[in-house]
Structure formats: C-alpha cells, structure tokens
C-alpha cells in the first residue's frame, strides 16, 4: 500500500506534491513494451505516486526519466491507488537507485535531520548552483528566510555556505506571490523579490488549523502555500465548494486569526481516512 510507502515513518523524507514530467518505460500486464510522456503527483526521496494510462503489474520494473534534467532510474511498482481524480491509474513506485536524487531535489532521511522539536520543512533552492533541498528548519531559521528572502546555509554541491531562496514548485498555477506567514503566526511579513506575472507556489509545511463553520476542527501541515491558497492532507470530510477557516503559524490561537477560504480541489491521499485538499483563501496570507 503507498500508505506504507508514503506514509512519513516508511517513506524516511518529507514528501512533496510535485508535478514533474517524466517518461516512463516498462512492459504492460499484456507483456507488451509501452513507452508514455507523462508526470508525477507525489515525490520524496525513496518514490513518488505517478499518472500512468498503461495497466501496470504490481512488482514488475519500469524505468523513469525526468524530462528536464534526463535523469533515469529504475523503479518497482508498488501499489495501484484505490482512487484516482488524475483522469488516469495513479501508482505507487519505489525508486531502487534513490542516490540518484532523480526528481532534482536532495531529501534528508529522518536521521540525517536534527532532533528538534517543532521543525519546518521547506523547499530551498542554492542560489549559485540551483541544487534544491527539503530542508528542516528551525522557528528561527524559517523566519530569517521569510524577511530577508534568503537563508545562509552549507550547500554540498557547491562545497561552501551559500545563501538558499525558497524553491518554487514547477506546473503550479500562475499568478503573483507577495507575502509569506511568518511562523508565529503573528500575520505575513514582506516577501522579496516579488513577482508581477506569476503566483509562485512553494512547498512549505506550517501547522495549520482546519475548522469547519459549524463542526469539528482538526490540526494538520500545509502541504504547498501561496499568496491566495494552500493545500493540505486531514481527515476531515470535505466537498469542493465546502467554506472553512485556516488558521497559520505555530503559536497563534485558531479563533484569533482563522482566514475563510473555499475547498477548490481535491485528490485522494493514500493515507487511510485522508484527502489532498486545495483551499483558496477569501484574504491573503
């Protein structure tokens, strides 16, 4: 089951909802050789959930490459998802060469992140070389990088302290980013180098609060976020269309600072019991 693939404990990294072209080989459950141009809807460092027409045998190889940087791995497919909402078969695969870092982005296993309490993960970017990292960041670090734009960190590829950006999330919905929540959830703090043209949608993991208006509550992560929106996995059940309150930031009480916002999509997860869902905000972060 992806839930065991891709649930945290097993899947030893931060995921990320990340659509990145690929092309996929491999031999359908006929046997027959298929080659199809598509993408991937879920990434971390040991897999990712994949939109595949071709009828796939569970255990069989395939082999992925990424279209931008032509990266190719082998993988194993692990399980077929019991519902899809891509327009096609969604699967589980496993990556079998995960050194490789073929999705462009490095995932830090669970040991190798510090032992901390109340960690942000968040997508960055190297601003000299453009090597990308889920990094874990502290309350302090996150908030650094929110006003001034930018994080000096080790960059392992440029082998010296770099400043790191966050990274944006390629194949989102475009328009204009300005501010970003800060952790404490005090309100959004002016952004850098913002944008007239696009919405840049980033892969950063804040507590969040969910709250139905007339029913129960429940605490979870923001999966992406942007100016207008974000998304995030819980089990509350939840229609498009459906108004609810959010609630951003680690330290902040729900009911001082819930924001109104609309359900616009939603994908099953492959945790039992939860959903991917898209909420766009009625007020900016």
């Given at each position: ?25 491999g ?18 460092r ?12 569970l ?35 496993k990556?079998l ?10 995932f830090p ?5 510090p ?6 993960h ?7 070389c ?11 670090q996150y ?14 590829k ?6 790191w ?6 194949g ?28 840049r ?6 507590p ?6 007339a ?30 309150f959010v609630?951003?930031?680690l330290?902040?009480?729900p ?5 109104p ?5 939603r994908?099953?997860?492959?945790e ?5 869902y ?8």
């Amino acid at each position: 089951m992806l839930s065991h693939s891709l649930g945290r404990n097993a899947r030893g990294s931060e995921r990320v909802l990340l659509r990145i072209p690929i092309r996929v080989e491999g031999k359908d459950t006929f046997g027959k050789a298929f080659e199809e141009m598509t993408h991937t809807l879920v990434v971390n460092r040991s897999g990712g959930l994949i939109a595949v027409s071709h009828l796939l045998q569970l255990g069989a190889l395939i082999k992925i490459t990424n279209i931008k940087t032509q990266v190719s791995c082998p993988f194993e497919v692990v399980m077929r998802a019991e519902r899809s909402l891509s327009g096609n078969p969604e699967w589980g695969v496993k990556c079998l060469e995960p050194e490789l870092e073929i999705w462009g982005v490095h995932f830090p296993t669970i040991t190798e992140q510090p032992l901390q309490v109340g960690l942000i993960h968040v997508l960055l970017e190297c601003r000299v070389c453009f090597s990308r990292e889920m990094a874990a960041l502290s309350v302090p670090q996150y908030n650094e990088l929110v006003a001034q734009s930018s994080l000096p960190r080790p960059c392992a590829k440029c082998r010296a302290t770099r400043d790191w950006k966050l990274g944006v999330i390629e194949g989102a919905p475009e328009k204009v980013l300005v501010d970003l929540p800060a952790a404490s959830g005090s309100g959004p703090l002016p952004w850098g180098e913002a944008e007239t043209s696009r919405e840049r949608h980033l892969a950063v993991k804040l507590p969040l609060e969910v709250r139905l208006p007339a029913g129960p509550g429940e605490s979870s992560t923001t999966e992406n976020i942007s100016e207008s929106g974000l998304s995030f996995a819980c089990s509350l059940e939840m229609r498009i269309g459906d108004r609810v309150f959010v609630s951003v930031g680690l330290d902040t009480p729900p009911e001082q600072h819930d924001i109104p916002a609309r359900i616009v999509w939603r994908r099953p997860c492959q945790e039992k019991g939860r959903a991917f869902y898209g909420a766009k905000l009625e007020r900016h972060l």
